[in-house]
């Protein structure tokens, strides 16, 4: 995929600030990070979701990214890295590793609802049938 900005990062046409580079995943920092550390992680080949890439692929991801967070915690003196894959951002698979704070005043998760009563268990069953 010609246009794809990170495909362009990973043969060079594009720079980034590269933290780590292996045979299979890249990572390199967001240039609009939620703070400072704040990583993105990509398969070496393009795939347009985490759905579609291959189970290897989605395992090199994901284990580098257990080191990463390690990494970049102690590096960035964070209290927790969250990890999370949008999925409607660049359409190339990739995972945000973000250093975070007790004290960044940001939410640690996105706003909750409450399910009425009866619709947990019908989503639950809904999403059972496409398994
Ligand atoms: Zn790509």
């Known amino acids: 995929m010609n246009e794809c900005i990170f495909c362009k990062i990973i043969k060079g046409e594009i720079p980034a600030e590269k933290i780590y580079e292996d045979d299979e995943i890249l990572a390199f920092l967001d240039i609009k990070p939620v703070n400072p550390g704040h990583t993105l992680v990509i398969p070496k080949k393009h795939y347009e979701k985490m759905e579609a890439a291959p189970d290897e692929v989605v395992a090199d ?36 590793l973000i250093p975070r704070y007790f004290n960044d005043k940001m939410p640690v998760f996105w ?21």
């Open 61 to 96: 991801i994901f284990i580098g990214a257990k080191k990463l967070m390690k990494t970049i915690k102690e590096a960035m003196s964070a209290d927790f890295v969250a990890l999370s894959v949008v999925g409607i951002d660049v359409p190339h698979f990739h995972i945000h």
């Open 111 to 131: 706003p909750k609802k409450e399910y009425r009563k009866g619709e947990k268990e019908t989503v639950a069953e809904k999403i059972k049938i496409f398994l």
